[in-house]
C-alpha cells in the first residue's frame, strides 16, 4: 500500500472513487457526497493546494482522503472525503487512512484533527471512536437536509 499526494492528473480517479463510494451509501440508504460540477471544481482546488491523497495498491488507486486547515480553526486539520474503493473496504485501508492523517497533522503542528459524517453512516463512526475520536454532536441541517456528527481528537 501507498499513499501519496493526488496530482491533477488524478482528479478523474479521485471524483470516480468518490462516487462509487456515494453510490454504495446511497444503496445503503445513506445520502452522502453530492455527484454535482461544484465537487468537480472543489477537488480540483483542493488537489491544487496539495490537500488530497490517493491510496494505492501495486500502483492502482483504490482509496482516497482530503487534509486541509479546519475553517473554524487553522490550527486543527480537517478530514474531508474519506473513500475506499467499495471492493476493497473492511481490510483496514480506512483505518490506515486515518493513521496517516492523524500522523500528517502532527508533523503540521495540528492541535486536533476533526471532520463531521452523516450521522446514519454507523460503521464510519465506529471506526473514529475506535480510533480515539470523540464524538462532539449534531451540527445541524446541512445543504442536502442531512445532520451531521463532528468528530474530533486531540493531538498531543
Known sequence: MEIRLAQEQHLIEVI?????CAQQLMEKGVRHWHNTQSDYTEISKDIAN????????KKVPIG?????????????????R???FPHFQRRGYAKALIDFALT?????GSTAVRGTIPNNDKSLCQLLEEKGFKNLGAIGECRDEMVK???EKKLE
Open 16 to 20: 470516480y472513487i468518490i462516487r462509487e
Open 50 to 57: 496539495k490537500y488530497v491523497y490517493l491510496v494505492s495498491l
Open 64 to 80: 482516497t482522503i482530503t487534509l486541509k486547515p479546519d475553517d473554524s480553526d487553522a490550527k486543527k486539520t480537517y478530514i474531508d
Open 82 to 84: 474519506l473513500a475506499i
Open 104 to 108: 500528517e497533522a502532527s508533523k503540521k
Open 149 to 151: 456528527i463532528l468528530f
